[in-house]
């Protein structure tokens, strides 16, 4: 998947802020580290390491370790509610 369209997911209204979605706190960073949280594409069983993309085809880009990492508190926390880590 190409880089711009990773970046129209992040745009698309599907992801706006809403009731399912939250801005990323420090507390939540905090707890999600302290409680060994999981809830992200590479730690969920539908990620294809080697097509790096979901195998679903669900948009990934708001649940990517890299998303997460690079300024989180300027972006949202958006669960997948697919995400399986079984
Ligand atoms: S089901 Fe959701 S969490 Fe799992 S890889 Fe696909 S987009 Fe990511």
């Known amino acids: 998947m190409s880089q711009n369209t990773k970046n ?3 745009t698309d ?16 960073l905090d707890q999600a580290e302290k409680y060994n949280l999981r809830y992200l594409c590479e730690d ?8 790096d993309d979901c195998v ?3 948009p990934t880009a708001p649940h990517r370790k890299a998303y997460i990492e690079d300024k989180p508190l300027e ?5 997948c509610r697919e995400f399986d880590i079984s």
């Open 8 to 10: 129209e997911q992040l």
């Open 13 to 28: 209204k599907r992801f706006s802020p809403s009731s399912m979605h939250d801005p990323i706190t420090q507390a939540f």
């Open 44 to 51: 969920c069983v539908y990620f294809d390491d080697v097509e």
């Open 56 to 58: 679903h085809r669900y």
């Open 75 to 79: 972006k949202m926390l958006i669960f």
